[in-house]
């Protein structure tokens, strides 16, 4: 039986030392490729490219889609100027993960959109974010935990009946946390189908259920033996793949 190609969105790392400092690597981290190799798929590694041609190649090779996490999405993209607190951004990645959602939707593959993923798919259908935790006006508990990958830290509840509480088979569960922006207006086209205790959105999906956003990092919590239903993400996309 075939199995399906799953792409994943690559980022670039820039060498800090070693022999060439300053040198540029495209990467994604292993766990999404070792997520997606568990669960039944080929992970194909989307490099980062600036040439859209390249791009519409690159996304005709893969049945589903990953967007991996990463850089913070730039505020220009929901109508706002920089703040202090925002962290660094990448615009021309912005552009790279957003054509390649709006190919992928256009061609009806499943898509997972995985933290800054979760976030591109919600400014690239019209919503907004906060650019720091810090700029909520609620009370917000911690959401990037700095260790411990595999560590859940905080409770997230999903709606029951939703996409996302089918394709997880759970609805109240703990996860890991890794971001310092947060959803703030959910676009108009997707629905918010799961939230932590203080009311953060931890998870977005449309109405036809073939784009489906988390906010944690389940490729981290595969492995963990209380949180083996994270597969279940990856599962989606690979057995939904055409």
């Known amino acids: ?54 791009i519409e190649a690159q996304l005709d090779q893969v049945q589903g889609l990953i967007l991996s996490g990463g850089h913070d999405v730039d505020p220009h993209l929901y109508g706002e100027e920089l703040l202090p607190q925002i962290g660094e951004t990448w615009p021309e990645r912005d552009h790279f993960d957003m054509l390649l959602l709006k190919l992928a939707e256009e061609k ?5 959109g995985i933290c800054r993923g979760a976030q591109i798919i919600n400014v690239a259908h019209g919503g907004s974010l906060y650019q720091d935790i810090g700029y909520r006006p609620e009370k917000t508990y911690k959401h990037d935990q700095g260790h411990t990958p595999d560590l859940p830290t905080h409770e997230v509840k999903v709606q029951t009946g939703s996409h996302l509480a089918q394709i997880l088979g759970k609805t109240r569960f703990a996860t890991n946390s890794f971001h310092h922006q947060l959803i703030k207006d959910v676009a108009p086209d997707l629905q918010a189908v799961a939230c932590s205790s203080d009311g953060v959105t931890e998870g ?25 239903f994270m597969n279940n993400l990856f599962k989606f996309v690979i057995e939904n793949a055409k």
Request: hydrophobic share 40%.
């Open 1 to 54: 039986m075939t199995r399906p190609i799953i792409g994943i969105s690559g980022s670039v790392i820039v060498d800090s030392g070693g022999m060439f400092p300053g040198y540029r690597r495209s990467y994604v981290n292993e766990d999404y490729v070792d997520s997606v190799v568990q669960n039944g798929g080929v992970p194909f590694i989307i490099p980062f490219t600036a040439d859209e041609a390249v």
């Open 204 to 228: 977005l999906e449309n109405k036809a259920g073939n784009v489906v956003a988390v906010q944690w990092h389940p490729e981290m919590l595969h492995r963990n033996s209380n949180t083996k």
């Open 108 to 112: 009806h593959k499943p898509i997972l």
